[in-house]
């Protein structure tokens, strides 16, 4: 049972991968991984490579890559939409996800993170 991978949007608060770090969770920036330059589907791609699980908050673009790759039998590792909120809440949202949906559960899947309350 292998936990989720994130891989942070690059608008995602760098705050936000520090808190999840001290939690024990194994994330990923944009920034950090010199991904800045490429557009959504080159980020989707890499996240698909890597195994991480995308993390953003640019929703409505996120969503549509995700029903046009399922549609063409593309596969990911899952992702994460968010609107963008308050650190503290995003985090707190984040740790009930993660302890409740493994890495393996995650795949092909799409999750809105406010239904995480």
Known sequence: M????LYLDEHVQASLAQGLRA??????????????SLDDEGQLRFAAAQGGVRLSYNK????????????A?????????SDQLAT??????????????????ME?????LGAWQ
């Open 60 to 71: 409505r673009h996120f969503a549509k890559l995700h029903y046009d790759w399922m549609a």
């Open 88 to 105: 503290g809440v995003v985090l707190r949202r984040l740790m009930k996800l993660y302890f409740s949906l493994t890495s393996e559960q």
């Open 23 to 36: 939690r024990g969770v194994d994330v990923l920036t944009t920034q950090e991984a010199g991904n800045s």
């Open 108 to 112: 092909n899947r799409l999750e809105y």
């Open 73 to 81: 039998g593309r596969g990911h590792a899952g992702m994460i939409l």
């Open 2 to 5: 292998a936990r989720v991978r």
